[in-house]
């Protein structure tokens, strides 16, 4: 318990000291295209059993922990966040724990028939009532059930960002022949480690920071263990140093 609290207390003194507020940061001088929590709304799609049993171009334990680390991400920042299913409970199953973890209300989920989420009424009514005319997504499979409502999206005017490794195709050249075609059409790619780190861009924001190392170190691999060594040696450090005194 000590070493947690002292990890804790390291945390925030290198965010409050370290990256404390710098007066040359300015938000209004990034891109436009980048994304921030305000700007956009999140739609993901059929992360469900049955979609995932048939996906190849990515190994499912990585796809799984890659769609945890998105869907805490927009909890995270409370990004308008819609889930869709498709035949949920006669045919795909239910959705993957790591989006239930932060979206467990299946109410609030809607459940389709077509494969095509852009032709569901309710799916365009719930992104037209979230303000946005930027729409990200991830899904399953990629080369249907996300390029269809992609391009479906640009045509209706929205700007249309896809994460590429928080989606599945059925093959490495279906999902990667998905992405070209949405390239093409102008989707951009981005992936779930950007999303998480482009909606935060600056580590003096104290208010989050201790949060999204958090989530660096459940979902980040090789970033993630950086993380949580150097702060937990450095805990460590300070622990044995007040031992001594």
């Given amino acids: 318990m000590n ?4 990890t804790f207390v390291f945390m925030l003194a290198l965010t409050m000291n370290v990256f404390a507020q710098n007066p040359n940061n300015d938000p209004n001088l990034a891109a436009s295209s980048l994304l921030d929590p305000d700007d956009h709304a999140l739609i993901l799609i059929d992360h469900e059993g049955q979609m995932a049993f048939a996906v190849q171009s990515i190994d499912i334990q990585t796809l799984r922990n890659n ?3 998105v869907a805490a991400t927009s909890k995270l920042f409370e990004v308008p966040t819609i889930i869709t299913t498709v035949a949920e409970r006669s045919f ?3 959705l993957f724990q790591e989006i239930t973890e932060y979206y467990g209300d299946a109410s609030q989920h809607i459940d389709r028939t077509t494969m095509n989420s852009w032709e569901d009424k309710r799916i365009v009514a719930a992104v037209k009532k979230t303000g946005k005319k930027r729409i990200v997504l991830a899904g399953l499979w ?7 409502p992609a391009l479906s999206a640009l045509e209706d005017g929205y700007e249309v960002y896809v994460i590429t490794d928080a989606s599945g195709g059925v093959s490495k050249e279906a999902h990667d022949m998905a992405i070209a075609r949405m390239i093409q059409a102008g989707v951009v790619p981005i992936t779930s480690m950007q999303y998480l780190l482009e ?10 920071y201790v949060d999204v190392t958090n989530l660096a ?6 970033y993630g263990l950086g993380i949580d060594y150097i702060s937990t040696i450095r805990a460590w450090d300070k622990e044995s140093g007040d031992k001594k005194h």
């Fill in 142 to 148: 990629t080369e249907i059930c996300v390029t269809l």
């Fill in 92 to 94: 795909s199953g239910p």
């Fill in 67 to 69: 769609t945890g680390l």
């Fill in 199 to 208: 909606l935060h861009r600056d580590w003096a924001r104290a208010d989050k």
């Fill in 217 to 222: 170190k459940r979902y980040g691999g090789a």
């Fill in 3 to 6: 070493t947690v609290k002292l």
